[in-house]
């Protein structure tokens, strides 16, 4: 167990719609990341954020975006689905600002749209 | 932009032997990290191995070692005593140490132990 918690595990829903991908970083971890796994493009960095902000931005679509609250969980928010977004989207943490230690993943969040 | 290289989509080994798997990387900075992560059926992503640039000396656990050849970009990783639990999807990737810090991961190997 890495103590990333992301729920829901799985999700089918149709084009168009709305979803919502949360995440609960490890204990006292204050960067979250989010990755998207599809076949065909392997694993790809969204977006990072720090203790609340957001600190980066890979290739993230602008139908998706995000957010860290308060308590540290993240939101990624997906709409306008279509079927290429149908992936394993990740979340990982890791220690604040330190990047001499390895990022622990949750299980994921497997989107199927359909 | 740094990237990541796994030139081996597949590989086998047999149960009890060795195999390495290569990664190749590209970047101008002198300072990150590399991992190598497995990523079994269960699709979890789990951390096998690290290595610091700055350090010289291949990083070890277990039946896992790297051939870290920081001159060449070269990351690969060496599996001994192969069992049938390793048989998995393996990536390699890359964390800056500045900005984002966030991890390029190479497309991934998968690996299958024939026992």
């Not at chain 1, 928010?77 to 230690?101: I, M, P, Q």
């Not at chain 2, 990150?32 to 070890?60: C, D, G, H």
């Not at chain 2, 639990?85 to 132990?113: N, P, W």
Request: charged share 20%; glycine share 6%.
């Amino acid at each position: 167990d890495s103590g990333v918690t992301q729920t829901p595990k799985h999700l089918i829903t149709a084009t168009g719609q709305r979803v919502t991908l949360r995440c609960s970083p490890r204990s006292g971890d204050l960067s979250v990341y989010w990755y998207q796994q599809s076949l065909d493009q392997g694993l790809q960095f969204l977006i990072q954020y720090y203790n609340g902000e957001e600190r980066a931005k890979g290739n993230i679509l602008e139908r998706f975006s995000a957010q860290q609250f308060p308590d540290l969980h993240s939101e990624l928010n997906l709409s306008s689905l279509e079927l290429g977004d149908s992936a394993l989207y990740f979340c990982a943490s890791s220690v604040a600002g330190r990047s001499r230690t390895e990022a622990f993943f949750g299980q994921g969040t497997r989107l199927t749209v359909v | 932009a740094q990237t990541v290289t796994q030139s081996q989509p597949e590989m086998s080994v047999q149960e009890a032997e060795t195999v390495t798997l290569s990664c190749t990387y590209d970047t101008s900075e002198s300072d990150y990290y590399l991992f190598w992560y497995k990523q079994p059926p269960s699709r979890q992503m789990i951390l096998v191995i690290r290595q610091e640039a700055y350090k010289q000396q291949n990083a070890t656990e277990n039946r896992f070692s790297v051939n870290f050849q920081k001159a060449a970009k070269s990351f690969s990783l060496k599996i001994s005593d192969s069992q049938l639990g390793d048989a998995a999807m393996y990536f390699c990737a890359y964390r800056e140490i500045q900005g984002a810090q966030k991890l390029v991961f190479g497309q991934g190997t998968r690996l299958t132990i024939n026992p």
